[in-house]
Nanobody
Framework: QVLLVESGGGSVQAGDSLRLSCAASGRTDSLYAMAWFRQAPGKEREFIAAISWSGSGTYFADSMKGRFTVSRNNDENTVYLHMDNLTPEDTAVYYC????????????????????????WGKGTLVTVSS
């Protein structure tokens, strides 16, 4: 069991940058791949990016490439999502998720199953971008 707690959300202006954090606790000794998703009001949960346990592997949704960066610090059991040039369309609840499967399997499952691929979820942090 892994507990995930997101932080760093808030209200920002269009064009601003923001870094979200996801702190993991519990069975962090397992080799978990981590991912970020978001869900805007009235929309389905949308994949943003994933990162392997070692951090050497990253995978982004095509629409998220360029403005979003994912990283992790395993010494602090924390994963980060850095977002640049935010727009009102980025307004959503942002979730981090974890999965213990091998990295290649996690990527494949995200491609085919989306949010259903991940085993553990945080409760999310709200990002509101105003114009």
């Amino acid at each position: 069991q892994v507990l995930l707690v997101e932080s760093g959300g808030g209200s920002v202006q269009a064009g601003d940058s923001l870094r979200l954090s996801c702190a993991a606790s519990g069975r962090t000794d397992s080799l978990y791949a981590m991912a970020w998703f978001r869900q805007a009001p009235g929309k389905e949960r949308e994949f943003i990016a994933a990162i392997s346990w070692s951090g050497s592997g990253t995978y982004f949704a095509d629409s998220m490439k360029g403005r979003f960066t994912v990283s992790r610090n395993n010494d602090e059991n924390t994963v980060y999502l850095h977002m640049d040039n935010l727009t009102p369309e980025d307004t959503a609840v942002y979730y981090c998720a974890a999965d213990p499967n091998p990295w290649s399997q996690v990527v494949a499952e995200i491609q085919f199953r989306g949010a259903n691929a991940m085993d553990f979820w945080g409760k999310g942090t709200l990002v509101t971008v105003s114009s």
